[in-house]
């Protein structure tokens, strides 16, 4: 049985493709891979250029693989079908060209929802009429992932969309086939939602298919809930800390992977301020570092 570990661009502050902030995309693979990793996600589609053997000789050069790519666009939006659909065929593109398998949707931060991010109790909720409509949407997506491109599909819940606490990714699942959609499974957005990671992996292990290693710095995260912070302000105030540093119990995560047989890779997401303090390549660092000194 082997796990393997890789990293993401959203580590290195990469959210969106178009973000004059974001560092050379080369920079970003040959940091990943001084960091200790073999293994890092296309960010989002457009951020490394749309040319296979350019990207292709990239990851070479730095003895990367290219595990997988993430659609975050506005699946609760009817009017965003568009680039929804664009999104997820040229992410699916490239995910082929590269013989990379994880396809990874989320849906956005919806203005509806990113106020109450992490209170699920106070979170406006879709009608059934909407819910329906949305829920097609993702599936349509998944099967777009699976049947089209033989592409492993995974729901991510995300702080600020419409799938961001349990009871609703719960609900996808229980409404969309499992072999047309899995669970990419996010630690620190589950956490930041206000659930148990480790309780959610106990009753849905089997259903996951990737891992996004993430932690959550508790006190900021406690900060951020009670003042209404925004999504990205909590980025840059640190909520997503280095791991091991946070309220994740990576441990035992591992020996509930380990226990379930989990094959494949598990990737470091730590969302940050591409302008921030911070560097990224050494956080990068010390997260490998710490994931190794528990068995990773």
């Known amino acids: 049985m082997?796990?393997?570990?890789?990293?993401?661009?959203c580590s290195w502050g990469v959210e969106f493709a178009d973000d004059p902030r974001n560092?050379?995309?080369?920079?970003?693979?040959?940091?990943?891979?001084?960091?200790?990793?073999?293994?890092?996600?296309?960010?989002?589609?457009?951020?490394?250029?749309?040319?296979?053997?350019?990207?292709?000789?990239?990851?070479?050069?730095?003895?990367?693989?290219l595990i997988g790519g993430v659609v975050f666009r506005a699946f609760h939006d009817p009017d965003a079908w568009d680039d929804v659909?664009?999104?997820a065929t040229r992410t699916c593109e490239a995910l082929v060209a590269h013989g990379a398998q994880h396809l990874v949707l989320i849906d956005s931060i919806s203005p509806r929802r990113a106020p109450t991010a992490g209170r699920v109790s106070e979170a406006e909720q879709m009608d059934d009429?909407?819910?329906?409509?949305?829920?097609?949407?993702?599936?349509?997506?998944?099967?777009?992932?699976?049947?089209?491109?033989?592409?492993?599909?995974?729901?991510?819940?995300?702080?600020?969309?419409f799938i961001d606490f349990e009871p609703e990714l719960e609900r996808l699942l229980q409404e969309v086939p499992e072999e047309t959609l899995k669970i990419c499974f996010d630690t620190g957005h589950h956490s930041y939602a206000g659930f148990d990671p480790v309780d959610f992996m106990q009753r849905y292990v089997g259903r996951i298919s990737y891992m996004h290693f993430k932690d959550i710095d508790p006190v900021v995260k406690a900060d951020v809930i009670e003042k209404r912070t925004g999504f990205y302000e909590a980025c840059g105030q640190g909520i997503f800390c280095n791991l091991g540093d946070g309220d994740v119990d990576?441990?035992?995560?591992?020996?509930?992977?380990?226990?379930?047989?989990?094959?494949?890779?598990?990737?470091?997401?730590?969302?940050?301020?591409?302008?921030?303090?911070?560097?990224?390549?050494?956080?990068?660092?010390?997260?490998?570092?710490?994931l190794q000194s528990i068995g990773f």
């Not at 082997?2 to 661009?9: C, D, E, K, M, R």
């Not at 891979?33 to 296979?52: C, Q, R, S, T, W």
């Open 250 to 290: 990576f441990p035992a995560v591992r020996q509930l992977l380990l226990d379930a047989g989990f094959e494949g890779w598990c990737t470091v997401e730590q969302d940050c301020d591409p302008t921030g303090f911070t560097s990224p390549v050494d956080d990068a660092r010390a997260n490998r570092e710490y």
């Open 2 to 9: 082997t796990i393997l570990i890789g990293n993401a661009p």
């Open 85 to 87: 659909l664009d999104g």
């Open 129 to 161: 009429a909407e819910w329906d409509a949305y829920r097609d949407r993702i599936a349509h997506v998944a099967r777009i992932g699976t049947e089209d491109y033989g592409l492993t599909v995974g729901m991510h819940a995300h702080a600020g969309g």
């Open 23 to 65: 560092p050379d995309w080369r920079t970003v693979l040959k940091q990943n891979a001084e960091a200790g990793y073999k293994g890092i996600e296309l960010g989002p589609v457009g951020f490394m250029p749309e040319d296979p053997p350019q990207v292709a000789d990239a990851l070479a050069e730095n003895g990367l693989e």
